[in-house]
């Protein structure tokens, strides 16, 4: 009888978990967002899709993978935006900002490629668990990340070269 409580206490206390997602369906998901030049990989044994989405490039790496199917309870998105005239100081500053503003979508980072240019880079998570489904949901969220962060960037970007000019 007290097995039987106990079993029924996990039960309920468990959150449910939704159908891992695979990378053809959230390449599918993407698609139906108009999402282009899309192509998937197996990199470093974790799927990963490089695409467009209103002509901004992203990457999606799908991570907790069950094999051999790569059925995947974890998808991790990533957009970049080059800031070559911004040193290091400045880039972090922005991201920062990003970080702790009101209400960020994602999470801010700053990268650099290649020996001089820096990039800043919003990264946005979606696990699937209890009701979560990779689905035409998940992807306008996306688009409106990656839309609202390249504007925080954009601005964030004019302000510091103009504060730049007159240091």
Do not use: H
């Not at 197996?42 to 695409?51: A, H, K, Q, S």
């Not at 199917?69 to 100081?89: E, I, K, N």
């Not at 960020?104 to 490629?113: K, Y």
């Amino acid at each position: 009888m007290r097995l039987a409580i106990m079993g029924l206490f996990l039960a309920l206390s468990l959150p449910a978990m939704a159908e891992p997602t695979t990378i053809q369906e959230v390449m599918s998901e993407f698609r139906k967002r108009d999402a282009t030049s899309m192509q998937g990989a197996i990199l470093m044994g974790d799927p990963v899709i490089t695409g467009s989405l209103e002509e901004q490039g992203f990457t999606a790496t799908l991570l907790e993978c069950e094999k051999p199917d790569y059925a995947c309870r974890v998808v991790m998105l990533q957009t970049c935006r080059a800031v070559p005239l911004l040193g290091v100081d400045d880039a972090l500053q922005i991201a920062n900002s990003y970080n702790t503003g009101q209400a960020p979508r994602g999470f801010a980072t700053v990268t650099r490629e290649g020996v001089a240019s820096l990039s800043l880079c919003v990264r946005s998570r979606s696990d699937m668990d209890a009701d979560n489904y990779f689905n035409m949901g998940e992807t306008f969220r996306w688009s409106r990340t990656m839309t609202e962060f390249l504007e925080f960037v954009d601005e964030a970007t004019l302000d510091a070269q103009a504060r730049s000019i007159l240091k």
